[in-house]
């Protein structure tokens, strides 16, 4: 079996895995970020097959990644910054239109998911100073999106190293899909003494 061979079958087995977080964590808080994630591959997938020009496809990764961002927003925070947020996605899709370079997408994809870590990250802070319980749920999230965002970095800034990382990841997404499929955000916390 050579590098295309398995690229392509952790790529499939991956779509199939991601399918299932969404069933697992209905009516969940991160409920709608699992649907966009279960379904942009395939989506993608579909995309190319049907002869799809790249740039198109990556305005559509982009606003994946948007969806995937407003996603873990509550609705609050979509309410106070709905003129932003629509301001920056259309400048990010304009900009990638016009300018067409992968770098370009690439930083896009970056800063989207660090923003996205971010979140996971004061979700988990929060939790954890007002229950005094660690979530493993959030613990996982966190490293799932460092993967992304290790991955995007490699591909930048490396691309030799691009394939090898992308089957590291590929293994670790699966997982990580395999954990969502059977944890939800209520069922892995581990509670701290309170002192």
């Known amino acids: 079996m050579n590098i295309i061979q398995l690229s392509k079958i952790l790529f499939y087995t991956s779509i199939i895995v991601w399918l299932f977080p969404p069933v697992r964590n209905f009516k969940r808080k991160y409920f709608l970020y699992f649907v966009f994630l279960a379904i942009s591959d395939p989506?993608?997938?579909?995309?190319?097959?049907?002869?799809?020009?790249?740039?198109?496809?990556?305005?559509?990764?982009?606003?994946?990644?948007?969806c995937y961002l407003i996603s873990v927003l509550d609705k609050n925070e979509i309410k106070r910054y709905k003129y932003l947020l629509i301001f920056v996605v259309l400048f990010t899709l304009l900009l990638n239109f016009i300018v067409n370079k992968q770098d370009i997408v690439l930083l896009t994809f970056i800063i989207i998911h660090w923003i996205i870590f971010l979140i996971f990250f004061k979700h988990f802070s929060t939790f954890l100073i007002n229950e005094r319980i660690i979530s493993v749920f959030y613990i996982v999230l966190l490293f799932y999106e460092l993967t992304i965002i290790t991955?995007?970095?490699?591909?930048?800034f490396n691309a030799e190293y691009a394939t090898a990382f992308f089957i590291i990841t590929s293994i670790f997404q699966i997982a990580f899909g395999l954990f969502f499929s059977i944890f939800r955000e209520d069922k892995t916390s581990i509670a701290l003494k309170r002192g």
């Open 43 to 66: 989506i993608s997938l579909l995309l190319r097959k049907v002869g799809l020009h790249s740039r198109y496809i990556s305005i559509i990764f982009i606003i994946f990644c948007f």
């Open 151 to 156: 991955k995007f970095l490699i591909i930048l």
